[in-house]
């Protein structure tokens, strides 16, 4: 029996159905260990089955079904699974599936030669030995639970997971093409639904959008700039789909301007991308059209102002100042790795913060980084940051012209830029555990996702492949 198991697993089906099993079983060990019914689960374990079988076979064969699987899911889903949430779930088995073929078929672990590599290895061991320090006593209070630095640590390593899976595993422009106006496709109607014009719009939204991808700044800033992107640059695109995504365009401005525009964070990062895009595209137009803004912001500065520190925007801006001073002090003890993923947010009781004993976040992701993952973790970050970038800039001129690759990459270098001005902002680039927590994923996994697109480009292009 043992060698018959043995001879099954060194054909290439057999190592394809060795995937699906491990797909299989890591997805049911995630359902009973949700437990949200005990008394249900043989009973979702026996009806899921089938169809996941069904399911996980179609990933070992098309491994970018799994990237529409995640857009789908994260932009029209409203339900969750605990403990980690269906976005990070999938993630994990889908990078369970690649190290299998890695190991199991190809008998090789490699990466692809890409400069944003190294900078994302290099963050995943600072990540590690920084969870390894963060068991120390730093401060006389109870020790972070040990599952939050865990979780801590998932966030971090499958961001990480979903640009490197989406790097290696495109090889054709087609399964990206397909991402992008899924993307666009899914996400559309909620601007329409967050207008309130659609009928039923309320009915719409708890039954299609989940908080946490809606309430998350990226989402809307990756929305905008491949529409922008699309509408403007991808002339190969019909004229009629071109004027849709430029309606989803000024319908989500009308809205971040309208009744949103308290939540600076949903808008300011978008218009730094938009005009990112500009400048990347048509340098030409962006001179003039920078310097009409900064004259209307000199002219309009009061009325500016007024607009946006509305409700609690000023008290929320002193709060963040002074959590930022805290959270600096808390940081002296172990500067270079941090304090360990979770952390610091423990450590916070013993800081008051305008006279209050409260636990509290920094609200701001790169002061984040540098509490969890030190100076260390800060750096390889921009490292990353300054790396994709070049990518992106020398693609623009290696792509063909006008069409939706070159299109992509302008999209993806505003959307970068936009990632960048939301971190500063509090909207998480890389979720905060105790903040929006894993959940956060719904909104943050989409830079992730199209940021690894350029590297998929680059390694098309190096193959020869078709780029349109």
């Not at 890591?26 to 996941?52: C, E």
């Not at 925007?313 to 001073?325: D, G, H, P």
């Not at 012209?401 to 302008?410: I, K």
């Amino acid at each position: 029996m043992t060698s018959f198991i043995q001879k099954t697993f060194r054909t290439s089906e057999g190592r394809r159905w060795l995937q699906v099993l491990v797909m299989i079983g890591a997805l049911m060990l995630s359902l009973l260990i949700a437990q949200t019914s005990p008394q249900i689960s043989l009973l979702v374990v026996a009806v899921a089955l089938p169809i996941v079988a069904i399911g996980a076979y179609l990933l070992v064969r098309h491994p970018p079904i799994g990237f529409l699987l995640i857009i789908a899911v994260s932009t029209v889903i409203s339900i969750d699974i605990p403990p980690i949430g269906l976005i990070a779930t999938l993630i994990l088995l889908l990078t369970m599936l690649w190290i299998v073929d890695m190991v199991v078929q190809r008998r090789e672990i490699n990466f692809v030669n890409s400069p944003t590599m190294t900078p994302l290895v290099m963050f995943t061991a600072v990540v590690i030995l920084s969870f390894i320090v963060g068991q120390l006593p730093w401060f006389s209070i109870a020790q972070v639970p040990i599952d939050n630095q865990i979780g801590g640590v998932a966030i971090f390593i499958l961001s990480f997971a979903a640009f490197i899976l989406v790097a290696h595993q495109i090889r054709d422009i087609r399964w990206l093409k397909w991402m992008v106006f899924l993307f666009l496709g899914l996400a559309g109607p909620a601007v329409f639904i967050g207008m309130r014009v659609l009928p039923g719009w309320r009915q719409l939204n708890q039954l299609l959008l989940h908080p946490q991808t809606t309430g998350g700044s990226l989402f809307w800033l990756w929305l905008a700039a491949m529409t922008f992107s699309q509408a403007l640059f991808n002339k190969k695109l019909a004229m009629k789909w071109r004027g849709m995504l430029l309606a989803i365009l000024i319908g989500y401005l009308y809205l971040a301007l309208g009744r949103n525009r308290a939540w600076t964070s949903g808008w300011a990062p978008t218009f730094v991308a938009l005009f990112a895009i500009i400048w990347v595209a048509r340098p030409k137009w962006a001179m003039p059209m920078t310097m009409v803004g900064v004259a209307g912001l000199i002219l309009l500065f009061q009325p500016i102002y007024n607009a946006v520190f509305i409700g609690d925007n000023e008290y929320s801006a002193v709060t963040r100042l002074e959590a930022w001073r805290i959270v600096g002090e808390i940081i002296k003890v172990n500067p270079i790795l941090g304090l360990g993923p979770g952390n610091y947010y423990n450590y916070t009781l013993l800081f008051p913060i305008l006279g209050w004993y409260v636990e509290f976040n920094s609200h701001n992701n790169y002061v984040d980084i540098v509490a969890q993952t030190g100076i260390l973790g800060l750096i390889c970050f921009f490292w990353f940051v300054v790396v994709t970038w070049r990518l992106g800039w020398r693609l623009r001129n290696q792509v063909p012209a006008n069409g939706f690759t070159q299109a992509f990459v302008y999209g993806a270098l505003g959307g970068l830029a936009g990632t960048v001005a939301a971190g500063m902002l509090g909207d998480w680039v890389l979720p905060f555990v105790y903040n929006i927590g894993i959940f956060g994923l719904r909104s943050s996994i989409y830079a992730w996702l199209f940021l690894g697109g350029l590297v998929a480009i680059d390694q098309i292009r190096l193959a020869g492949g078709h780029l349109d």
